[in-house]
């Protein structure tokens, strides 16, 4: 960034904003913060994963159990409570919707996940 100081002269004028810069994009910055929220979400859950093989290494020996690597009965276990479910919200709404909508498996992975406490 330029600072305006009364002891530099530059050699070229400074133009007031970058070149090719159009009115309606928000610049580089909002790219800059997005890309470093999203860094520090992969590092946090890299920082967890390593907190994690740490301490369990530490306790049960190397290698890392099978359990802590392979999430499948996690998953099929979420998806057998969700197709088992009786009152759903999905189920308030099939008059508007589609009856797939309510009975298609969909997959999706993040790392927040709704808790109950």
């Known amino acids: 960034c330029w600072i305006e100081r009364e002891d530099v002269t530059p050699p070229r004028k400074q133009d007031p904003k ?4 159009v009115s309606w994009h928000p610049g580089f910055r909002s ?10 979400i992969v ?3 890299l920082q967890d994963a390593i907190d994690t093989w740490s301490e369990i290494t530490i306790v049960e020996g190397h290698p890392l159990a099978d359990e802590y690597w392979h999430v499948t009965d996690m998953y099929e ?14 189920n308030k709404i099939k008059e508007h919707v ?12 993040t790392e927040f996940t709704p808790r109950a406490n």
Do not use: W
């Open 18 to 21: 970058p070149g090719s810069q």
């Open 31 to 40: 790219h800059q913060l997005r890309g470093r929220v999203l860094a520090m």
């Open 43 to 45: 590092l946090d859950a």
């Open 77 to 90: 276990n979420i998806k057998s409570k969700a197709l088992n479910l009786e009152t759903t919200h999905c």
């Open 98 to 109: 589609p009856e797939r909508v309510c009975s298609t498996p969909l997959k999706g992975r």
